[in-house]
């Protein structure tokens, strides 16, 4: 079945640098959602991925999906405190698998002031 | 706009005994997919309801189960509860996007269910 490698699993920063997750899936994705979870919250929505070579950005963050739409990066630019959480890629894939958005496990991410 | 409300927040149950929990989706979202949290296995699919209809299902025994009722409220049923269930359980909402595909989730709180 479809799967969504994460990596890495835990990231740690001193508050400044940057960071970067990466997500790769086994199948061709129809698109691909990035979310981000604080410690002790839900999964809140950052952003939707449709098209191939698709960059988008929002303030410090940059999101990528790649040219074959089967991986897809998320980078944040001089990471803030405010940071820390878990970032979690889901991706669906095409056929029939509408409503079943499958979650990498995640790259929490640590920042150090 | 309400969010998504789930109930009950927190629970605890024993071995072999069943749980059934609640999700209430954003008004005028009509998919509702649930998801098992664990530490070590993440967030895993378990089932998407659209519709009343059950339209994906994860790798999860027949002991979990689920419906959706026709103003898009939904359960879960977990039976015969084992301690690998232990787990935060969560419900989340979407609109069905451009093109077929699922829109943004708006998750729960979650219901986090402990097994002894």
């Known amino acids: 079945g479809q799967q969504v490698m994460q990596i890495p699993q835990y990231q740690h920063v001193q508050e400044g640098e940057d960071f970067t997750t990466y997500c790769n899936s086994s199948?061709?994705?129809?698109?691909i959602q990035w979310y981000k979870q604080r410690p002790g919250g839900h999964p809140v929505f950052l952003i939707q991925?449709?098209?191939?070579?698709e960059v988008k950005k929002q303030k410090r963050l940059t999101f990528q999906f790649g040219e074959a739409k089967k991986n897809s990066s998320l980078h944040i630019t001089a990471t803030q405190t405010t940071d820390v959480g878990t970032y979690f890629c889901?991706?669906?894939?095409?056929?029939?698998?509408?409503?079943?958005?499958?979650f990498g496990k995640g790259t929490k991410l640590s920042v150090k002031p | 706009k309400a969010g998504v409300t789930q109930t009950p927040r927190y629970l605890i149950k024993t071995r072999g005994q069943q749980v059934t929990l609640s999700c209430s989706p954003i008004?005028?979202?009509?998919?509702v997919s649930w998801y098992q949290q664990t530490p070590g296995q993440g967030l895993q699919f378990l089932f998407e309801?659209?519709?009343?209809?059950?339209?994906n299902k994860g790798n999860f025994p027949g002991r979990f189960s689920g419906r959706q009722f026709s103003n898009s409220r939904s359960e879960m049923n977990v039976s015969t509860l084992e301690l690998g269930d232990s787990a935060l359980y969560l419900c989340?909402?979407?609109?069905?996007?451009?093109?077929?595909?699922?829109?943004?989730?708006?998750f729960g709180e979650g219901s986090r269910l402990t097994v002894l």
């Open positions: 889901a991706g669906e894939s095409y056929g029939g698998s509408q409503g079943n958005l499958i």
């Open positions: 199948t061709t994705l129809s698109n």
């Open positions: 309801y659209f519709s009343e209809t059950q339209r």
């Open positions: 008004s005028g979202h009509r998919s």
């Open positions: 989340a909402s979407s609109l069905v996007a451009g093109g077929s595909m699922t829109g943004e989730l708006f």
């Open positions: 991925l449709v098209k191939s070579g």
